[in-house]
């Protein structure tokens, strides 16, 4: 029988690496963390979990590593033959929680996987409040004995945890995610601000909206949304649609909204035009 994973990296600290990191300390991992910023690290010893000065320290130490970087060249170069995590041994596991084109995870998965290192997709949904309260949800591709090993770690922050299938499909469901996600934030602020034209309160219509069919999850979630990370989703489903010639017009429309938008933080007062 396969051990247990007793220690976790994670390469990333950010906004939703740092409450992950904290929930698996709570839950007994020994953790270690890398990010470029070093200013991080203050923030991350609060949390419990050990600084790394090089993303190697994790490769070397580390039976299961979490990679929340931004963008596809961040990961290629972080394991690439000369990169941060060029050090893994087989039987490692690395799990990317990154939103990227799902050919990438199945180009380096076949990379890794030559040196019997596992690699799988793990992106998470729900956004940050969700990460703070360890209730997100986690889709993963992969081999099903590698996501089932792995899964005691998602559950340290995770509240549901759905296999979607072989490595590269956790993307394709997180695009899906957001795809509908970034229509329904789009919707709702054109919605409500056509309303606030016509000196409707907002809030008391957005209230009525969740008892209605226009009711979604972005609307009962509507102060913690920004359209921070809108352009940079619909560009990677984009890409998805063209590769295999599929025609997604109103994600098109979106891409181009989100850039409008991008800027603002939608609160109830901004509407308006």
């Not at 690290?41 to 929340?68: D, H, M, N, S, Y």
């Not at 090993?149 to 957001?178: E, F, M, Q």
């Not at 209605?212 to 972005?218: H, L, P, R, T």
Request: charged letters at 20%; one cysteine or more; hydrophobic letters at 45%.
């Amino acid at each position: 029988m396969t051990a247990a994973i007793q220690h976790v990296g994670m390469v990333g600290a950010g906004r939703m690496g740092q409450p992950m990191l904290g929930h698996l300390v709570r839950r007994g991992y020994e953790v270690t963390a890398y990010d470029v910023d070093p200013g991080k690290r203050a923030a991350v010893e609060a949390k419990g979990a050990r600084w790394a000065a090089e993303a190697a320290t994790l490769a070397r130490e580390c039976e299961a590593i979490l990679v929340c970087v931004g963008y596809d060249r961040e990961l290629r170069q972080l394991l690439a033959p000369d990169g941060g995590l060029s050090e893994l041994a087989a039987g490692r596991i690395v799990a990317i929680l990154s939103t990227v084109h799902p050919k990438t995870i199945v180009e380096l998965a076949g990379i890794l996987a030559a040196r019997g290192v596992h690699l799988v997709d793990s992106t998470v949904c729900r956004g940050g409040q969700a990460a703070d309260e360890g209730t997100l949800l986690s889709f993963v591709g992969g081999d099903a004995g590698v996501v089932e090993r792995l899964k005691p770690v998602l559950s340290a922050y995770s509240t549901d945890i759905v296999h979607t299938g072989p490595a590269g499909t956790a993307n394709v469901a997180k695009a899906a995610n957001n795809m509908i996600m970034w229509s329904c934030l789009i919707a709702n602020h054109e919605a409500l601000a056509l309303a606030q034209g016509y000196g409707m309160d907002t809030e008391k219509l957005r209230e009525a909206l969740l008892m209605s069919s226009g009711d979604n999850y972005v609307l009962r979630n509507w102060r913690v949304n920004t359209m921070a990370w809108a352009e940079d989703d619909m560009e990677i489903v984009q890409a998805m649609a063209a590769e295999k010639g599929i025609g997604l017009a109103q994600a098109g429309v979106n891409r181009e909204i989100c850039r409008t938008l991008k800027p603002k933080r939608f609160k109830l007062e901004q509407y308006g035009r």
